[in-house]
């Protein structure tokens, strides 16, 4: 398109749109702002409003109305929009509704009805939004999106979209009365909705006030209330005071009780306490109690348990005691020889004979000892342990009918 030609077809609108003899000049009628490109509203509802603005202004005066929509549609279009629209050609600049719908196209919303056509809840129903305010938006949106539904198709589709668009309560609401059509759940809706923003203004009666004859609004607070809430709340803290007073108590009584009974007589103890009315302080202390230790007011000066290692200590209890009161085990073959077997060394580790004929490696093999290596048989130990010649040669030997182990421990006498 030229530039004479859009010269022309701006100059053709222009008288088109003026009054001629006859004609009565358009009513005083503000247009609707510029249409804004941000999204806070769509070019659809903009247009619509242009245009029912236009057909009000020029009502009863004779003047081609579309034409004048045509002619004043590039003034109410921002930077963007009047770029696209001057590269229209002069055709469609001449018509209203070419260049309405060429520019919907290019800037309306595509995604809210495509995402309308998908989704039956995609357009809900704002917090604040009036009942009426939403439904007519679902007429729009209905009417955009399914252009060629006939009549029965697009009331179905109205009330499907209307019904998926509320709160569950409303919806609960609409689904008791059993509404069939896009009329009656807009009826009910509307009556759901102002019931409920009534019942949130009405303060509910307390028993105090239910004589009264009156109602009072929310944010109504007598002082006689506050003054009951004040007093009320003082007996409260003085209740709890009292309660955490007896609590402490029963708590020191609960502890004395308890050292008190941690402090009876026992073999264990090594002295009395002050808890106690008799007992003697010969008892050593115990090596597995610890209750002392924990105790609110132990014994400073009882003695530490005996923690020296207990050599003739062993998981069988087995032995008996000689003319000394020393424990010892007697030395017959099965018994002792198979605990104390004479111990040797191979490569640099230790190894041992158990028996006469078992011998544990330090690979845990079962194999003959090497050449170089004595055997130990219960005749050596019979010659070296119960009948010694000689205490010279016996490194193992003491006095005379004492054995002592390898390791140089007294382990009895021999009879």
């Not at 020296?308 to 073959?333: A, I, P, S």
Request: charged share 30%; aromatic share 10%.
């Amino acid at each position: 398109m030229s530039d004479e030609e859009a010269q022309a077809s701006r100059e053709h609108n222009a008288q088109a749109s003026l009054p001629r003899r006859g004609q009565s000049s358009p009513r005083d009628i503000p247009l609707p702002p510029p249409f804004r490109n941000d999204g806070s509203e769509s070019f659809q509802l903009w247009a619509r409003r242009y245009e029912v603005i236009q057909e009000a202004r020029y009502k009863d005066s004779g003047v081609n109305l579309d034409a004048v929509l045509a002619a004043e549609l590039p003034t109410r279009l921002p930077p963007e929009l009047f770029i696209v629209w001057d590269n229209f050609p002069s055709e469609i600049q001449s018509s209203f509704a070419a260049a309405k719908k060429q520019l919907q196209d290019a800037f309306g919303q595509k995604d809210v009805i495509a995402s309308f056509q998908t989704f039956p809840n995609s357009r809900h129903k704002l917090p604040n939004e009036p009942m009426e305010v939403y439904a007519a938006d679902i007429c729009r949106l209905v009417k955009e999106a399914f252009p060629d539904f006939e009549q029965n198709a697009t009331e179905y589709m109205k009330l499907s979209r209307f019904l998926a668009g509320l709160d569950q309560e409303l919806q609960i609401k609409c689904h008791e009365r059993g509404v069939k059509t896009f009329k009656d759940a807009f009826q009910v809706a509307t009556q759901a909705e102002r019931a409920r923003q009534a019942a949130r203004l009405v303060q509910p009666v307390s028993s105090a006030v239910r004589d009264c004859s009156t109602a009072q609004t929310v944010n109504a607070i007598s002082d006689s209330d506050t003054v009951v809430l004040k007093q009320a709340v003082t007996d409260l803290t003085n209740t709890v005071k009292e309660l955490s007073k007896d609590v402490s108590a029963l708590k020191l009584q609960l502890h004395d009780q308890r050292g008190r009974s941690y402090r009876t007589l026992s073999p264990h103890r090594c002295s009395p306490t002050r808890y106690d009315t008799s007992g003697s302080a010969s008892y050593g202390h115990s090596r597995t109690r610890h209750s002392d230790a924990r105790s609110p007011s132990p014994d400073r000066y009882r003695r530490s348990p005996n923690r020296r290692r207990d050599l003739c200590r062993r998981t069988n209890d087995t032995y008996q005691r000689n003319d000394h009161g020393e424990r010892f085990q007697d030395c017959d073959y099965p018994k002792y020889f198979a605990d104390f077997g004479t111990d040797y060394y191979e490569d640099g580790r230790q190894g041992r004979w158990n028996d006469a004929t078992s011998y544990s490696s330090p690979s845990f093999q079962r194999r003959s000892p090497s050449p170089h290596q004595k055997r130990v048989t219960f005749e050596d130990y019979r010659d070296r342990h119960q009948r010694p010649q000689d205490p010279s040669m016996d490194l193992q030997s003491g006095p005379r009918g004492i054995y002592r182990d390898h390791h140089g421990h007294h382990r009895g006498n021999f009879h």
